[in-house]
């Protein structure tokens, strides 16, 4: 499984920005994905996943109203719709998928990453 995460940039306090993570390869036992970001100095934070089959999200503790998540299976595309974002939102955000089956919000039980994306809000 290979995974592509795309759509971050420069934006300014309030902005929205949606992230797409395109996957690819063997999907036919994909599980989930899920969004994680990375701001410098920081550990790596679980944002998002969402079953691939159902489309049930789950969510991390903080971020469930502004952050959702969804996908398009036609696309073979996880979306993270950021709103009303925050200096404090500026990271790296990876897209990520496990080998087997629920993960949950730990990084180490995901097996496959994409590179990330960098997102950087302005004030």
């Known amino acids: 499984v290979q995974l592509q995460a795309s759509g971050g940039g420069v934006v300014q306090v309030g902005d929205s920005l949606r992230l797409s993570c395109t996957v690819s390869?063997?999907?036919?036992?994909?599980?989930?994905v899920a969004w994680f970001r990375q701001a410098p100095g920081k550990e790596r934070e679980f944002v998002a996943a969402i079953t691939w089959t159902t489309g049930a999200p789950y969510y991390g503790q903080t971020l469930k109203d502004r952050f959702p998540i969804s996908r398009d299976n036609t696309k073979k595309t996880a979306y993270l719709q950021m709103r009303s974002l925050d200096p404090e939102d500026t990271a790296v955000y990876y897209c990520a998928a496990p080998g087997g089956g629920f993960a949950g919000p730990t990084p180490d039980a995901y097996v496959y990453w994409g590179r990330g994306t960098q997102v950087t809000v302005s004030s």
């Open positions: 390869g063997h999907t036919s036992t994909l599980y989930a």
